[in-house]
């Protein structure tokens, strides 16, 4: 029988020691399970033994590998000093002229050949260095990891439990640090890298779990999630001040532990983080590292999305009540953020994280992620549903607006952090709420479609009011409302365009923008222009436009669409829509897809031109009816040929054939001066101006007519009264009749001055300002001259 072992001393027990008997062994009744705790010990000091005996022969590998490695340097060093020693020698038996070719064979052969085996002795001495090193440390935080994963050392929560796992993350630290610098400063060394990351990831896959674990584990013990049961829907809208944070009511160990596993995993995070990008490094024009989401924030919403979403299934026909529960949450808990976890965030040196963006991102997320699964596919189902489908609609675009409301209230909580602008800082996408459609695009189209169809029945019923076509713009929306009096149907064209515009904005994808303006905004512009031309070809098709309503129709049109033209260009200018013409697509739109911005012209680029060219088309029209009427008017006037030799009239003026047609231009061209917005007026009276010029000049100078002298005074006459009806627009109107004015000046002219002139040609013509006629028409014109 073997002899008992006396105990040892009391006094030559460690702290670790008592605190582990204390915890085993607190009352009697712990004393029977005494014998379990032997065997369990003996289990224990077995394993480590083992381990201690694997880390032995590791050890022993270690350093026979350095032994070789240290021989083969020796090997080295002996021949480059026996070299150094022929060159020695051979130095000193050289003499005189045998010196400078023993000096050139050296510094051109043996110096390089020197210099490039002293290099490889030192790069080979570098890896084994940093191949030993690390080695070491990884094999440090195997055993930190092994260790951290004890089952005796966590269930006694001893601060060594802690100092293990952050030893193990301080270790990978370093060993990141070493790895960083081999890829940078030897980028042949890659295998090493590569097998020292194969074996920190699988120490990591271990570690992290674990962390996470713990952390939910500690969250649990805290009282996390705050009880949500005493919610009621009308206290949703207010803030509790009595709201138990479980953050703020920790105190002691329970707060030490806490703010150390959160600066783990921040740690941990921030390491993987570093570890990432240096092994992007090297692509980083292919590869983009996108923003990961805090671990120990998401850890603090998941089990709280869990508890809502008990309440979010009561209320699925109230979705309000949702937004208003996730505002109240993320509002009531956002201040512990900032003053609790955002210093172990910095101190975790993890840049470009805020806790309160973290926090409002998480919470925005879950409610993404709620909406995805189980409203939006509800809403998608009753507009396929005939008896449902008028509240569907109604439903869509409450949500939409709740979506949008919401959005702007949670913003405002994470602008209070200091951050001046989230769509610079790409931060905007991952805390809206409409973020949903960059994964659904298809139901942004449904948005769309529905919008659209919305203020279409609203714009139809206002464009139906005759008194809005009437009636002008008062107010000034813009500077050039007064320019180009526009009727109030467009103003209510524009304060449509306005809302879809700024709900367009709450996107958080300017891509999306794009597609969501092309597919409401753009729609509601073209239904506009066709009514604008359906009314002027109303007013043509019943008249042809000959009364003057047709005519005041007509121009009112052409206001309504000049205007809408000129505040399409002023907003094309603003940034918001600069942005989606910088060929901002949608990353996940594979190549020849339909692209929804416009580069070139702008996100209104297409309905522009359609406006211009209507505009132009229908000023155009305006004057080809008015020179039409003038022209039915004259035809007497113009077929009297004999009228250009016989004496004039002392008692008129002007003609008595062409006085009522006169009157008719002078009285049209008013109407349409008064109804015509100043820019299109003035486009319309010149291109008539230019129309009647080129009809006189026709059928009345190039006619074979003869001009005598009072034939020619009476053709002066008529033409300075024809002027004045325009004189009213311009100061010098005969600029804009230049062959009648230039055909007067050849008639006038004395005989002798004409057919001397003009045997010198076209150079006599321009000398005497003659600059539009043709020396054949010049010709012309001076054979019809009867000289008395």
Known sequence: MDAIKPLPQVSSFSASVFSFLDDRLRDAADLSQSPALVSELETEISELDQRLAALSRQLESGLASYASFSDRIGGLLIGVNAKLADLSSSRSASDGGKEEETREHVAGEELPSLAKEVAQVESVRAYAETALKLDTLVGDIEDAVMSSLNKNLRTSRSSGFEEVRLHAIKTLQKTEEILSLVAKRHPRWGRLVSAVDHRVDRALAMLRPQAIADYRALLTSLGWPPQLSNLTSSSLDSKSDDVQNPLFNMEGNLKSQYCGNFHALCSLQGLQLQRKSRQLG???????????????????????????????????????????????????????????????????????????????????????????????????????????????????????DLMISFDKRVQSLVSQSGILSLQEDGNLLRISSLSVFCDRPDWLDIWAEIELEERLVKLKAEMDNDRNWTVKVQDELISTSNVYRPPIVSSILLQHLSSIIERSKSVPAIYLRARFLRLAASPTIQKFLDCLLLRCQEAEGLTALTENNDLIKVASSINAGHYIESVLEEWCEDVFFLEMGNGQDNPQEAPGQENFTEPSEGI???????????????????????????????????????????????????????VGALDYLQGKTSIIEENLNKADFTATWRSLASEIDKLFFNSILMANVKFSDDGVERFREDMEVLYGVFRAWCVRPEGFFPKLSEGLTLLKMKEKQVKEGLTRGEKWLRENGVRYLSEAEAKKIAKSRVFS
Request: with cysteine; hydrophobic share 40%; net charge neutral.
């Open 282 to 400: 090297s692509h980083k024009g292919e590869n983009v590292l996108f923003h990961q989401p805090l671990w120990a924030i998401e850890e603090l919403v998941n089990p709280l999305t869990v508890a809502s979403q008990r309440h979010f299934a009561k209320w699925s026909e109230k979705p309000e009540f949702i937004f208003a529960l996730v505002y109240k949450i993320t509002r009531d808990y956002v201040d512990s953020m900032d003053e609790l976890l955002q210093p172990l965030v910095d101190k975790a040196k993890l840049a470009g994280y805020s806790c309160r963006e973290e926090w409002v991102s998480a919470m925005v997320s879950s409610l993404s992620l709620y909406l995805v699964k189980e409203i939006f596919p509800t809403y998608v189902g009753q507009l396929n549903e005939p008896d449902l489908s008028s509240e569907a609609k109604v439903s869509w675009l409450h949500l939409i």
């Open 604 to 658: 209104f680029g297409e309905e522009f031109e359609k406006l211009e060219k209507f505009r132009l088309e229908w000023i155009n029209k305006l004057s080809v009816v008015v020179l039409r009427g003038l022209d039915a008017r004259t035809r007497e006037y113009i077929k009297n040929r004999k009228q250009w030799q016989e004496k004039r009239d002392k008692e008129w003026t002007v003609s008595r054939a062409l």
